[in-house]
């Protein structure tokens, strides 16, 4: 009995010994497997790598080009400011003032042609006008120049002169007696505003008040 539990412990030893053997042996995998299995695993990198999505590395970048876009914008508008203040400055407002100047001129001119000094009362070139002498704080001065400018409009409207009496050359004809007759300027005087016709270098009738002015201009728009 003893020697067959002995052979059976030895039997049992031998075939743990052969198994652990059989166990411990490597094996070693074909070139067909290696292949499929680098195949696979670069299979895997791909699916597992993630494109970079372009866009600017660092913010800084970003910010520059939004900057510099910022910058263009403000250097089109100052260049468009600075072209239409070239225009206005020195091609319209040059044109303008001479206009202006122009104007004034001829203005000018025709006041002094139509205003005259009390002494020329009689030396003008026409056989028939009339002569409006005036003092500046008549209230009722601008009644007479809008007469005067509404008859000059007329076709057959005779010619008109101003004499202003405030002037220091024509206070010499403002006296205490009125005197209206005759060709004699030595002797011509008047209180105030008067409106004096003119024929053949003589004076043909005078108005010396405001209702004899305003009815002969009235007279005379009719």
Do not use: W
Not at 24 to 30: E, F, G, L, N
Not at 187 to 193: A, D, P
């Amino acid at each position: 009995m003893e020697k067959k539990e002995k052979k059976t412990k030895s039997n049992k030893k031998g075939t743990a010994s052969t198994n652990k053997k059989s166990t411990s042996k490597k094996v070693t995998p074909t070139t067909a497997e290696v292949k499929k299995d680098t195949s696979i695993k670069k299979e895997i990198v791909k699916e597992v790598k993630v494109q970079k999505p372009n866009v600017p590395e660092t913010e800084e970048e970003f910010g520059g080009d939004e900057i510099r876009k910022l910058l263009i914008i403000i250097g089109a508008v100052c260049a468009v400011m600075l072209a239409f203040y070239f225009i206005t400055s020195f091609v319209i407002k040059p044109k303008e003032e001479k206009k202006d100047e122009t104007e004034e001129t001829t203005t000018v001119q025709t006041i002094q042609y139509e205003q005259i000094l009390m002494g020329e009362l009689f030396n003008q070139n026409e056989n028939d006008y009339y002569v409006l002498a005036f003092v500046e704080d008549d209230p009722m001065l601008e009644v007479y120049t809008s007469y005067i400018k509404l008859y000059s409009e007329k076709e057959d409207a005779a010619k008109f002169y101003r004499v202003n009496l405030s002037d220091d050359m024509n206070k010499s004809y403002i006296g205490d007696e009125i005197y209206l007759e005759g060709s004699n300027i030595a002797k011509i005087k008047v209180k105030g505003t008067t409106l004096i016709r003119i024929k053949e270098h003589n004076i043909a009738t005078s108005y010396t008040d405001y209702d004899a002015i305003k009815g002969k201009f009235e007279r005379l728009m009719n």
